[in-house]
């Protein structure tokens, strides 16, 4: 009976000793951020709003250096037009109301184009005040936050 019960305690022991190992073995830290990691490891689920916080604030700034270059290219057409616009005024027939007219059509489209681009700005800046709000966001709950490899590598095969 003591042989028995010695012998379970040594099967008991080594499933335990077998299993913290794995758990040991599992548990690798990963951190976002360059910082020192600090404070508790991040639930997965956590983990998970983590990732998708970080992957929008990538994604978000790709398509903002893209929609600022475009408006970039749009600012400048719209200021070589305005000089282009003021030397046809220096250079206007007066006498000719055909010429006058025409030039005053180009400037209400100009200035139609330069409102629309103003629309257009004013929704960038939108934007980009969201992608200030979730760069924080980020920041605050996940840069320099430890994590489980393991449950990163769960999440990217969608368990």
Do not use: H, Y
């Not at 103003?118 to 709950?141: C, H, L, P, S, Y």
Request: glycine share 6%; hydrophobic share 45%.
């Amino acid at each position: 009976m003591i042989l028995r019960t010695a012998a379970c305690l040594l099967t008991l022991v080594a499933a335990l000793g077998g299993a913290l190992a794995a758990n040991n073995e599992k548990l690798r830290i990963g951190a976002f951020g360059s910082g020192k990691a600090s404070g508790p490891l991040l639930t997965r689920n956590e983990l998970r709003d983590c990732l998708a916080l970080e992957t929008r604030v990538v994604d978000a700034n790709a398509g903002a250096a893209r929609e600022r270059e475009q408006l970039e290219k749009e600012k400048a057409e719209l200021l070589r037009s305005g000089d282009a616009l003021k030397a046809d005024v220096e250079t206007l027939d007066r006498s000719n109301a055909e010429a006058i007219e025409a030039l005053l059509a180009r400037e209400r489209a100009r200035n139609a184009a330069i409102e629309a681009f103003q629309a257009r700005t004013d929704a960038f800046n939108a934007r980009v005040g969201e992608i200030d709000t979730d760069r924080a966001a980020f920041k605050q709950r996940c840069d320099n936050r430890r994590f489980d490899q393991g449950d990163l590598e769960a999440l990217r095969k969608g368990r």
